[in-house]
């Protein structure tokens, strides 16, 4: 373990840090606190975190929804409160000692902060690789410099960090684990009070209020639409966070039932799902739910993707991705309408074929992702622990 200068912290409980900026990375931090606490039960843990990780005893320094900003121009109108809040943190965890950082996600602020804190000789990892194998690659770079293991989620991404002298650990998702290969969908109803006999869609519009400023218009527009074609229809909408549904209170006058989180449930027991583009998309793949996919970002940030050419991949939805294919349909920006979102969750409830081969496809991909991810990245950071701790010895 690393000392500050003048401490003798041989005696001491392992120290972790963990930042993490959203919804999906509270759900991945609590479970790697879990799994870490199995191994070393004595161990503290600080940092930003979020509801299920303060549950799982990690002392908060900030919120985690502090960091949910998404797009280049979004970060940009954020970026004076995000700085001050890292050079708080920096001073915070500088004064504790941790004896590894973890940024869980968030990777525009996480790498900044790893990068201060290995110049003073912590440890750090990187929980869930930034997009680099997608757009902006030059930042591999960065990654080799400022951290000492990348977790990776998605199997390809390891390779993509060989070619680049990084030290990757594919650890599989922690989601692929927590929730079952065999979806009980009238047990989801019956704990959601929805009739089994309904036709449901599930509404996630995201759980940055950034995304459901964008996407929420859009998707109860999407309502009506479907409406005119299905009257029958059964909407529910569950909200990642209290910002998330102040964001979507339009839903309640759409005939939209909003859930207080329950996603997972929502998803089991949806017949198909309109789904902003992010781990959520994965959720819904991992409880076998046909979707549409949409991302929206700022206007500008959409101009910067386009005229400086930063995506090098054919797809951004996480099943597209995995699959190597279109395998549920995507739609970024202005795609994103009401017609062609209506008309994917059309056939995504009246194509039987097509729910068929998805649901294979998606039980093919749960399985290659259930790798006991938790367990996984806790070993891998206490082996980085092990090694660095040797190299100082």
């Not at 609590?30 to 600080?46: C, D, K, M, Q, V």
């Not at 799902?273 to 996919?293: F, I, K, N, Q």
């Not at 739609?331 to 998805?358: C, I, K, M, N, W």
Request: aromatic letters at 6%; charged letters at 20%.
């Amino acid at each position: 373990m690393r000392t500050g200068p003048g401490q003798d912290d041989s005696a001491r409980a392992l120290r972790i840090a963990l930042v993490a900026g959203e919804a999906s990375g509270d759900q991945l931090g609590a479970a790697l606190i879990t799994a870490l606490r199995e191994r070393a039960p004595h161990a503290e843990f600080r940092g930003v975190a979020g509801p299920r990780m303060v549950a799982a005893g990690c002392q908060p320094l900030a919120a985690a929804e502090e960091l949910a900003v998404m797009g280049l121009a979004e970060i940009l109108a954020h970026l004076p409160r995000l700085l001050r809040l890292r050079r708080g943190l920096e001073r915070a965890l500088l004064e504790w000692r941790p004896d590894v950082f973890v940024g869980i996600d968030s990777p525009e602020f996480n790498l900044g902060l790893a990068a201060r804190l290995k110049a003073q000789g912590l440890a750090t990892v990187q929980y869930v690789s930034p997009q680099v194998w997608a757009w902006r690659q030059g930042r591999v770079r960065t990654i080799a410099r400022d951290c000492d293991l990348v977790l990776c989620l998605l199997p390809f991404e390891p390779a993509f960090y060989r070619e680049h002298a990084v030290r990757a650990v594919y650890v599989g998702h922690p989601l692929a684990d927590q929730i079952p290969q065999q979806v009980d969908r009238a047990a989801a109803r019956r704990n959601l009070g929805i009739d089994a006999r309904a036709t449901v869609v599930a509404l996630l519009p995201g759980s940055r209020q950034g995304e459901v400023r964008r996407l929420g218009p859009v998707f109860l527009e999407t309502v009506r639409w479907l409406r005119e074609r299905r009257p029958g229809l059964e909407f529910v909408a569950p909200m990642a966070s209290p910002a998330a549904a102040a964001g979507f209170a339009a839903a309640a006058t759409a005939g939209v039932r909003r859930l207080d989180g329950q996603a997972r449930l929502a998803l089991q027991a949806a017949d198909a799902a309109l789904v902003a583009s992010g781990t959520a998309t994965l959720e819904a793949l991992l409880c076998r739910c046909p979707m549409v996919v949409a991302y929206r970002v700022a206007p500008l940030s959409a101009l910067l993707l386009r005229a400086l050419r930063l995506v090098r991949v054919r797809h951004f939805a996480l099943p597209n991705l995995l699959a190597g294919e279109a395998l549920v349909p995507e739609h970024f920006q202005g795609d994103a309408t009401p017609a062609t979102l209506g008309a994917g969750v059309l056939r995504a409830l009246e194509d039987e074929s097509y729910r068929t081969r998805l649901s294979a496809r998606f039980a093919a991909i749960h399985h290659e992702l259930r790798q006991g991810g938790a367990a996984r990245a806790a070993d891998a950071v206490l082996e980085l622990l092990a090694r660095t701790a040797g190299r100082g010895a």
